[in-house]
């Protein structure tokens, strides 16, 4: 029994470890994957909020221009992004953050309540809301810890860079059509405040531009090139354009409203068609990492089976090598007595005998066996 004990437990002792290893191994990737899991959900919210993003600069440009304005376009966009956060928003602990953005949006006035100058003030409150809530997505996804190159330059563009750039943009128009509506007085200040929305807009756009091209540059992916191509170079130029047209000209600093407008709507309509490409490309990336994270499972769990088989078989073999060695398992008899060589003769067992003792061997009559014995009187024969 010692000898097939011993081997049973070391093999078990060995399998041991094997199997910690494993253990540990698929619940590290399985944490991995997790935490992707819940990036690509931060890429489902921040997809939900780009039309509200683009719906309120419009409807903050209709009401500081006193244009009629339609808020359909917003409440729909409202009604989108309200049920992805019942959905996911309590894992993303986002429900607070958006709870307070709606009531805040279903507030907004309207260019006949207020004057133009609150409309500005209100909208630039809700549009602050907006990007916070755009950072509080990306902080609890964890996609701001996002470790892949690309990834990282994607959704730092898309979560960050855009949004500010967009909102900025409306802002930095919307005081130009302020500025011709205030008195000569308050010029000077005013001049301050554009200068400081155009650096505002300016910086994350170009921040923008940035992280799509080191994303581009990092990238594998042949087709975020091409996908991105024309509305990014639209979008640069839009910026360019942008950029030229906010600087005040003229003896009375004025700025060109118009020309001004337009390089925003054409830079707002190319982050239109840039956002779904980012946002596709950054979940197919993701994507990507948690089907290699599968076959890494798979790996891991393959490899423990295979280990534990070749224990099995280890074990197997010296169960069966130690059985032919037993002489006990044969099934011959102990108590024979072995015929001594050359003799011919039968060798009776004595009973009580040990094995040291010396055998006596039984001697047979010579001529006649059986029961012919020698009888009386024979001699006189």
């Keep these: 029994m ?3 004990t011993l081997p049973l437990l070391l093999a078990t002792v060995l399998l041991l470890p094997v199997a910690f290893l494993v253990v540990r191994a698929y619940q590290e990737i399985d944490a991995d994957r997790g935490v992707l899991e819940r990036e690509r959900l931060g890429v489902e ?3 939900a909020l780009g039309p509200v993003t683009d719906a309120l600069v419009e409807a903050q440009s209709a009401a500081v221009a006193g244009q009629p304005q339609s808020r359909e376009s917003l409440d729909r966009a409202v009604e989108e992004a309200a049920a992805v956060d019942a959905r996911i928003g309590a894992e993303l602990r986002s429900s607070e953050r958006w709870a307070g953005l709606r009531a805040k949006l279903e507030g907004l006035p309207d260019r006949s309540i207020l004057d133009p100058e609150a409309v500005f003030t209100a909208y630039g409150e809700a549009t602050d809301l907006l990007l916070a809530l755009h950072g509080k997505v990306r902080e609890s996804s964890g996609l701001v810890r996002d470790s892949g190159s690309d990834s990282y330059f994607l959704q730092d563009g898309v979560g960050e860079e855009m949004p500010e750039a967009m909102i900025a943009a409306g802002r930095l128009v919307d005081l130009a059509v302020l500025m011709q509506t205030r008195p000569a007085s308050e010029r000077t200040n005013s001049l301050g405040e554009l200068a400081t929305l155009r650096f505002a807009a300016l910086q994350p756009a170009n921040d923008l531009v940035n992280n799509l091209r080191s994303a581009v540059e990092n990238s594998e992916s042949t087709d975020l090139g091409a996908s991105v191509l024309t509305p990014f170079d639209t979008y640069q130029q839009a910026v360019e354009s942008m950029a030229v047209s906010s600087q005040p000209t003229g003896r009375v600093p004025t700025v060109d409203v118009e020309r001004l407008s337009a390089a925003r709507a054409d830079a707002q309509a190319a982050a239109n068609q840039l956002q779904p490409v980012i946002l596709d490309e950054l979940d197919r990336l993701l994507e990507m990492r948690i089907d290699d994270l ?3 499972n798979r790996r891991i769990i393959g ?4 280990a534990g088989l070749l224990l099995a078989g280890l074990v197997t073999s010296i169960w069966l090598t130690r059985r032919r060695e037993d002489p006990t398992d044969g099934g011959s008899d102990s108590t024979a007595e072995p ?4 003799t011919g003769r039968t060798v009776a ?3 009580g005998r040990g094995p040291g003792d010396q055998l006596t061997p039984v001697l047979q009559p010579v001529g006649q066996s059986g029961d012919n014995r020698w009888r009386p009187f ?4």
Excluded: E, H, I, K
């Excluded at 015929?339 to 050359?342: D, L, M, S």
């Design 294 to 296: 599968d076959r890494d």
């Design 339 to 342: 015929t001594p060589p050359g």
């Design 378 to 381: 024979d001699a006189a024969r």
């Design 2 to 4: 010692p000898g097939r």
């Design 303 to 306: 490899s423990g089976g295979f």
């Design 349 to 351: 067992p004595a009973a």
């Design 45 to 47: 919210y921040l997809r």
